[in-house]
């Protein structure tokens, strides 16, 4: 049944990953797991974040390099009468569009890769502009202040759920129900569930 959820369309993987802001970095040491939530932006097959030299996050991943970063988009709660008569809880559940990618931490220690990440990152969370651009000389003393590290992607799971699994009439009942719920995150959803429906 999970298998209906996964999405293997590359344009589709990259433009969630574009317009998600954050996610959450999983690290490990000691067999003690510990988790950040992070800005990122992905360039070709990496994922990369930035902030200070020193902290527990780095001292972790100076010890462990492997992690895994996922990011997630929730949609419409989806109530279990919206979708069954039988008064059951079963059927409530939640859409979502979720990805988690494996890899290992490298370190970037050279400028121009440094550069080229901020840079993407700032076009990525603040795409109107209204700044100098970060490869003028006045960032130089932050930029070499700053760690950039990237997550090189070795497995990547992306899962988008809304409601391809359930039978026409279900899917349709609760397409009824959001409509007259008519939240604006119900009236993405029915967008979602349609494009999606019709994917499968």
Known sequence: MKKIFEIQDNKTIEDFLGEVE??????????????????FVKIDNSIYFHGAKKGKKISILKSNAFASFSVVKSYSMIQSYFSSNDEFACPATQFFKSIVIDGKITFVDEYDEKVRALCALMEKLQSEGGYKPLTQ??????IDA?????????NLRAKFKFGQHLSQERFEMIIEHLAARGDDADKVTIEAMKEFKSGV
């Open 146 to 154: 700053t760690c950039v590290y990237r997550l090189q992607v070795e």
């Open 137 to 142: 000389d006045i960032y130089k003393k932050n």
């Open 22 to 39: 954050y996610g959450t970095l999983a690290i490990c040491v000691e067999n003690k797991p510990y988790s950040i939530p992070l800005n």
